[in-house]
């Protein structure tokens, strides 16, 4: 049986892409050496959000609404107290000012009101794990890991659902991704989704695990259903772990985005791309180290006194700002009801001191 997937294991990957980024400096605690991101009106008075901008589509991405700005995806969110339900996923949508991201124009993304339902029921946990544009039109849309009712016999239900952008941002409920019973391998959840052109059609396709180390590729286009274009039978040559080279998807510049496969305790392996798919073993991968966009270390001042240490979390490095040089943005909390998350602008070989824009998720949920 699949163990129940936590954001604890997704914040688990992601870490070990941070620290190959960025030696995981500064990643790990606070620090009175940075000023504190201040929170703005909006998150300090709960206001409630303001409609997201319209966009008309773009290539930039995670733009869910297609305005040209790239957004923000925040997957813990701080609770009203620490044994309440999960808060949710927000997507805090970009601006053209110099602030990055508006807080007040944001969306909440809950189980309840947002996941497909599986067996009449909804499902547990709902953490967003990858982003791109699926159906081409233009518009991000974002891919969530959930945990499904299952009873133990037989093949488990897909827990990998889509949430597909619009003019508006998200909306609708998501859909389970349709992975064709061939690209199945074994009874593993299927796990990690990674985007990429990797047969260099010019379509986003998928790549998830399958059991035995084996991946599944799904083509695409996908249709509004979930469903992509083609699968075929399951590749070898995967592991547990599946991520997209970085800072380029197509590591070694042939026009077919690759694959990264890592295992504990063996070094990550490069599956590159080709007209079949990610199948051609491509050696050891190391990750290029980012010096130019290093995360600041964050105070406790920022945050109410008492409780637990603040630890200070990577959400991402990206650029908000449209410069082409990469910001970081940060989300420092004490425990699971208190946090602030602020996007710092990528200056030289590091980060300006003041953030561009600061704020809390409390009361978002």
Same mark, same amino acid.
């Given at each position: ?8 294991? *997704? ?38 959000? +303001? ?22 995806? &925040? ?90 952008? !619009? ?17 199945? %391998? ?13 047969? !260099? ?13 084996? &991946? ?60 079949? !798919?990610? &199948? ?24 109410? !006194?008492?409780?637990?240490?603040? *630890? ?12 082409? *040089? ?7 909390? +004490? ?7 602020? &996007? %710092? ?21």
């Amino acid at each position: 049986m699949r163990p129940v997937r936590t954001r604890k294991a *997704v914040a688990g990957v992601a870490a070990l892409v941070a620290a190959a980024l960025w030696g995981a400096a500064g990643c790990d605690s606070a620090s009175a050496h940075h000023p504190a991101p201040t929170t703005t009106a909006a998150a300090r008075a709960g206001d409630a959000p +303001r409609p997201v901008p319209h966009g008309r589509g773009s290539r930039v991405p995670y733009d869910f609404n297609g305005d040209g700005h790239r957004d923000l995806v &925040v997957n813990d969110l701080a609770k009203g107290d620490s044994y309440g339900d999960d808060a949710g996923i927000a997507v805090v949508y970009g601006t053209g000012s110099g602030r990055a991201l508006d807080p007040a124009a944001r969306q909440v993304l809950t189980t309840r009101r947002d996941a497909a339902p599986v067996g009449g029921k909804p499902p547990a946990t709902f953490d967003a794990e990858a982003a791109c544009d699926l159906d081409g039109d233009g518009f991000g849309d974002l891919i969530v890991t959930t945990d499904p009712p299952y009873d133990g016999v037989g093949r488990p239900p897909v827990p990998l659902q889509v949430l597909f952008g !619009g003019p508006g941002g998200l909306t609708g409920r998501a859909v389970v991704l349709g992975i064709p019973e061939r690209a199945r %391998y074994g009874n593993d959840w299927p796990d990690h989704p990674v985007c990429g052109d990797f047969d !260099g059609d010019g379509a986003t396709d998928l790549a998830v695990t399958a059991t035995g180390g084996r &991946v599944s590729f799904l083509r695409g286009p996908f249709a509004r259903t979930g469903a992509p274009r083609a699968a075929g039978d399951s590749l070898p040559g995967g592991g547990p772990v599946l991520a997209a080279p970085e800072p380029r998807a197509d590591a070694n510049g042939d026009g077919y985005d690759d694959l990264v496969v890592s295992a504990p305790g063996a070094r990550p392996r490069l599956l590159l791309g080709g007209p079949r !798919g990610p &199948v051609r073993p491509g050696g050891t991968y190391t990750y290029a180290r980012n010096t130019s966009a290093r995360p600041p270390k964050l105070p406790t001042t920022g945050l109410p !006194g008492g409780g637990p240490a603040p *630890v200070t979390d990577v959400l991402q490095v990206a650029d908000f700002t449209g410069d082409k *040089v990469p910001d970081v943005a940060v989300r420092v909390h +004490r425990g699971e009801t208190r946090d602030l998350v602020a &996007v %710092y602008a990528g200056a030289g070989t590091g980060v300006r001191e003041k953030p561009l824009v600061g704020f809390t998720t409390a009361g978002w949920g």
